[in-house]
Structure formats: C-alpha cells, structure tokens
C-alpha cells in the first residue's frame, strides 16, 4: 500500500500535469467530482 506522502507527491505531480496541459480529461461528471473528493481528503 503506498504511504500518505506517495499519495500526496502522486497527486501533487499530477495536478501539475494538468495545469500544463500534459493530461487532459474529458468532460465527464464523475471526474470533476472524484478530484473535488480526493482534494477535500
């Protein structure tokens, strides 16, 4: 099981991913309220 600071590092280095446009999602209800669920954690 990863550790909280793999998960945060994880998380960290994605949403840099998506503020620069590397990793793009689809339009989908349940993506923007996963990440709301995961940022609120």
Sequence with gaps: MASKQQIELFLKELL?????????FRPRGKNPDALAELKSL
């Design 16 to 24: 840099d991913k998506i503020r620069y446009r590397d990793i793009a």
